[in-house]
């Protein structure tokens, strides 16, 4: 973690120019008819969890290569939020994935957390390996699927490891499972697919019936990968009917890589808090497929536009929904990227909460397609950095955080102590 002076020796130079460029913009707002203040309150509200899992080097197909400096335990995988979340203050939380995270003293690793200021967000299961913990010292084999299977042993195996999590998040002070499955097949006639869901309901009934009161359960989808030629789960309209049959407390997470190319994700995000089973998100962008790339980077309009749904869907606040960034961190350095990618979702969120929502509707209604499309313009074109600077300012954080990062050296004093050879996932 980063101290508060520290972080202000390195903004000390460039105060005086925030400070203008904050009047400067919260003048314009203010001729618009909008209050930069109660903007600047609703970011502060605003966390987005980090998952455990990247805050070390991804990896491709075909290969990973290792940064230095990658956390050796989960431990310090809540240094490294804490150290971020001191310079973002929206970083908050961590999801974990079990096995990979899966600490002997649950109690001892919530304290730790409560110390850094980082809460425990959503957990999340693993059945698309094998793995002793899951699978009975390997006796069972999830090759075939998990929940889906046709072997009676492997769909227990994967209900009682969902319940373990459900247990683990009870002591760390989780409130909600993640169930993303990787069953489906690759080749056609490979399976009965109608079969294939049926089991995963049953499954899922299981699971969310050990939700302990106040816990809520989330359906993922994906279209393809692992399995190329169907998946049990592989759309909105799949993950809506699974989250239904599931039971009251089940609702669906949007992944933003989880769409075939040129979906409509802002779409999908409408018709899913319409029938109030929106549950949360997985942040990150794309330009072929599930590529986790850095949030925002690729289609930043798009989800300018998924947080005008949420919006829109709150009634003109945001939800209280599960949001947590899912990137894989290839060749940037994964602390840095966390960080970018939060900027871009606070700029996203911020834009939306510029729209002139009385002028769009009146557009909408009279058919008006241009000028709808300037209402959104207006907002989305408006450069709202200085804001979002001044909220992590009023809380201790960084102007710029990923310029502090840098400063402060912090991936070279872990490469110091941590080496160069560590992973911080189980691939």
Known sequence: ????????????????????????????????????????????????????????????????????GEPRTTEEKLDDIAAINALTRA?????????????DD????????????????????NTFQNNPETTFDGEVSYKFGSLASTEPEARRAAVEHNQAVIDLGAKLGSNALTVWLADGTNHPGQADMT????????????????????????????????????????????????????????????????????????????????VDRLGGFHFNDSKYGDDDLTTGSIKPFQLFLIFCELLR???????????????????????????????????AYTQAMLVDREALADAQESNDAAFAQQVLQDAYRTDVRPLLAEARQRQGGALNPLRSFRALGYRQRCTELRGNDAAATGL
Request: aromatic share 8%; glycine share 10%; with cysteine.
């Open 195 to 274: 079969g294939q869901f049926e089991r995963t309901v049953e499954g899922l009934q299981a699971i969310h019936a050990h939700l302990p009161d106040g816990w809520r359960m989330f359906t993922e989808h994906k279209p393809y990968e692992p399995a190329f030629y169907s998946s049990v789960n592989q759309d909105w309209g799949s993950s809506l009917l699974l989250a239904q049959a599931a039971g009251d407390r089940a609702s669906c997470l949007v992944d933003l890589g989880h769409h075939l190319p040129n979906a409509n994700i802002e779409q999908v995000v409408a018709r899913l808090a319409m």
């Open 1 to 68: 973690m980063f101290e508060q002076d520290r972080i202000a020796s390195i903004d000390a130079d460039h105060i005086r120019h925030h400070a203008s460029d904050l009047d400067h913009l919260a003048e314009a707002l203010d001729r618009r008819g909008l209050d930069a203040a109660q903007v600047i309150e609703a970011l502060i509200a605003f966390d987005v969890a980090v998952p455990s899992w990247a805050l070390g080097t991804g990896g491709t197909r075909f290969g990973r290569f290792p940064g230095g």
């Open 313 to 347: 869907a709150g009634g003109g606040t945001l939800p209280p929904m599960a949001y947590m960034l899912d990137q894989s961190h290839n060749v940037k350095d994964p602390l840095e990227d966390l960080v970018q990618s939060t900027e871009a979702l606070l700029i």
């Open 91 to 103: 970083n908050g939380a961590v999801s974990l994935h079990v096995p990979w995270d899966n600490p």
């Open 106 to 125: 649950p109690g001892a690793l919530r304290q730790y957390g409560e110390q850094l200021g980082i809460a425990f967000d959503a957990m999340n299961s």
